[in-house]
């Protein structure tokens, strides 16, 4: 889910900021995005992250409770190169 955030910084940072993102055919919040999680890589490495779209979708389907999916998917592997 994105999150508006608002910045407050020095007006040329920022037209440089626009002009490198218009180069790389990026936007700002992408590149400020791209930047956080560089800094922070270090210290979010054991974490996994889930795309926007994957978290979207999660609750979706109802499964059983007492469903085991392992063995689900086995046998759909079985399934499908059998």
Known sequence: MNTKLT???NK????RAKK???KNKRSLSVLVENYFNLITEE???DELEISPNVL???GI??????????ETYGKHLEEKYL
Do not use: T, V
Request: charged share 40%.
């Open 12 to 15: 040329r940072a920022i037209e």
């Open 43 to 45: 210290e979010n490495k």
């Open 56 to 58: 979207e979708l999660s």
């Open 20 to 22: 490198y993102a218009s």
């Open 61 to 70: 389907i109802k499964l059983p409770k007492n469903i085991d999916l392992k």
């Open 7 to 9: 910045l407050k910084l």
